[in-house]
């Protein structure tokens, strides 16, 4: 076994961020910019994949029904252009479907040009302690993957921290490659203490196999103090759909007045 390629890219792009917080294209190539609003229709879609270029995204996510689009309209961008991932959501929001069918919808997706899997876990076996059931379930889905890469939601606001450490490592055992914390539907997004929780898991699958899982927080993330904690405390990739607005916050943060606006303001002094 040995940890996915995007896994340690992104580690690659975490680290250069930590280095270096001004670093905006290595913060970009953190975030899956996200569009899954039920009243969100073409347009809105067509915008998200231009923002996504625009901006050096990581990937975009969106819902199965719209993969076919992304794919025809990245197809027909300029080859020198970055082109983001495309990433969709499986079983979504609930993660009560049949394993059957969460995998005909990761075979489907990938039929249409999707290349990233975000799939809900299924709480009430979380609840039940099916830990079984869910690494089965998670194997079944990246062996339906094949390749790609598979996340899995496990919608941190509904369960109590045993039950996120527990089923992040049957998820983990099962295979997948990244470990998520919430749909954006939940009572509450991505916190430090759901962060901190999955580092321990990611400690334990390096012990036990050899090989590093990421961590995608997802949900709730609207400034750039947040998104930098998330990302300190563990955080290989960021799901948001304000993007650009921490883009433009991060730029902000980091911009210097003109060298002439300093000497105009010396000279007014004397």
């Given at each position: 076994?040995?940890?996915?390629?995007?896994?340690?890219?992104?580690?690659?792009?975490?680290?250069?961020?930590?280095?270096?917080?001004?670093?905006?294209?290595?913060?970009?190539?953190?975030?899956?910019?996200?569009?899954?609003?039920?009243?969100?229709?073409?347009?809105?879609?067509?915008?998200?994949?231009?923002?996504?270029?625009?901006?050096?995204?990581?990937?975009?996510?969106?819902?199965?029904?719209?993969?076919e689009l992304a794919s025809h309209r990245l197809d027909q961008m300029n080859a020198d252009s970055h082109l983001p991932l495309i990433c969709t959501v499986i079983g979504f929001p609930n993660g009560y479907s049949l394993t059957e069918c969460k995998v005909a919808?990761?075979?489907?997706?990938?039929?249409?040009?999707?290349?990233?899997?975000?799939?809900?876990?299924n709480i009430g076996w979380v609840k039940e302690g099916h830990w079984q059931r869910l690494e089965e379930e998670a194997n079944a889905l990246v062996n339906a993957a094949q390749d790609d890469l598979v996340k899995v939601i496990l919608e941190t606001s509904l369960?109590?921290?045993?039950?996120?450490?527990?089923?992040?490592?049957?998820?983990?055992?099962?295979?997948?490659?990244?470990?998520?914390?919430?749909?954006?539907?939940?009572?509450?997004?991505?916190?430090?203490?759901?962060?901190?929780?999955?580092?321990?898991?990611?400690?334990?699958?390096?012990?036990?196999?050899?090989?590093?899982?990421?961590?995608?927080?997802?949900?709730?993330?609207?400034?750039?103090?947040?998104?930098?904690?998330?990302?300190?405390?563990?955080?290989?990739?960021?799901?948001?759909?304000?993007?650009?607005?921490?883009?433009?916050?991060?730029?902000?943060?980091?911009?210097?007045?003109?060298?002439?606006?300093?000497?105009?303001?010396?000279?007014?002094?004397?």
């Amino acid at each position: 076994m040995f940890s996915h390629e995007r896994v340690l890219q992104d580690f690659q792009q975490r680290s250069l961020f930590l280095n270096d917080p001004s670093n905006a294209k290595a913060f970009a190539l953190m975030i899956d910019h996200t569009l899954l609003k039920m009243s969100a229709d073409e347009s809105h879609y067509i915008e998200i994949i231009s923002q996504a270029v625009e901006h050096h995204f990581r990937s975009i996510c969106i819902p199965s029904c719209r993969v076919e689009l992304a794919s025809h309209r990245l197809d027909q961008m300029n080859a020198d252009s970055h082109l983001p991932l495309i990433c969709t959501v499986i079983g979504f929001p609930n993660g009560y479907s049949l394993t059957e069918c969460k995998v005909a919808e990761v075979i489907a997706s990938e039929k249409h040009g999707a290349n990233e899997f975000d799939y809900v876990q299924n709480i009430g076996w979380v609840k039940e302690g099916h830990w079984q059931r869910l690494e089965e379930e998670a194997n079944a889905l990246v062996n339906a993957a094949q390749d790609d890469l598979v996340k899995v939601i496990l919608e941190t606001s509904l369960l109590s921290e045993e039950e996120i450490f527990q089923s992040a490592l049957a998820a983990a055992r099962g295979g997948v490659h990244v470990l998520k914390t919430s749909t954006g539907f939940g009572a509450r997004g991505a916190s430090l203490r759901d962060i901190e929780i999955l580092n321990r898991v990611v400690d334990m699958i390096q012990t036990e196999k050899g090989y590093t899982l990421g961590i995608k927080a997802s949900g709730g993330i609207r400034n750039m103090q947040d998104a930098a904690n998330l990302i300190k405390t563990g955080a290989s990739r960021l799901g948001a759909s304000a993007g650009i607005d921490l883009l433009a916050e991060l730029h902000a943060a980091h911009s210097h007045p003109p060298t002439e606006t300093k000497i105009q303001e010396n000279e007014d002094k004397y």
